[in-house]
Nanobody, 123 residues
Framework: QVQLEESGGGSVQDGGSLRLSCVAS????????MGWFRQAPGKEREGVAA???????YYADSVKGRFTISRDQTQTIMYLQVNDLKPEDTATYFC?????????????????WGQGTQVTVST
C-alpha cells in the first residue's frame, strides 16, 4: 500500500493562492490515476482534480481555470496549484492514488489515501 502525505494547506484571504503537495512513499506508476478531493464539514467528499495516463487532467467544473494538477517526472509528488481561492473552497483536501474503479473524480474507486491538509479561505 502506498503511503501518501499532503502538505501546503493554510489560511488565506479571498483571492489568495496555495500550492498543495502530495508525497508518495514509493514510485507511482505513470499509468496510475491520482486525484485531489476535498471535504467540507457536513458535506460529502468531492473530486476536485485528477491526473491519469499520459498526464491527462480532469477538473470539477467549480475549479476549472483556477486549479491546476500536476506531478513530477519521478511520479512521487503530485501538486495542486490553487488560485483565486473563494470561501466555498474551504475544506480538508485529500490526495488519492491508484484508481481501481469508477471515474477519475469519483472517490470510491481509489485505493490509497492521505490524511488531508486543511485549506481555509476567509473574506
Amino acid at each position: 500500500q502506498v503511503q501518501l502525505e499532503e502538505s501546503g494547506g493554510g489560511s488565506v484571504q479571498d483571492g489568495g493562492s496555495l500550492r498543495l503537495s502530495c508525497v508518495a512513499s514509493e514510485d507511482i506508476y505513470s499509468s496510475w490515476f491520482m486525484g485531489w478531493f476535498r471535504q467540507a464539514p457536513g458535506k460529502e467528499r468531492e473530486g476536485v482534480a485528477a491526473i491519469g495516463v499520459h498526464d491527462t487532467t480532469y477538473y470539477a467544473d467549480s475549479v476549472k481555470g483556477r486549479f491546476t494538477i500536476s506531478r513530477d517526472q519521478t511520479q512521487t509528488i503530485m501538486y495542486l496549484q490553487v488560485n483565486d481561492l473563494k470561501p466555498e473552497d474551504t475544506a480538508t483536501y485529500f490526495c488519492a492514488a491508484d484508481l481501481r474503479a469508477g471515474a477519475a473524480l469519483e472517490s470510491h474507486g481509489y485505493k490509497d489515501w492521505g490524511q488531508g491538509t486543511q485549506v481555509t479561505v476567509s473574506t
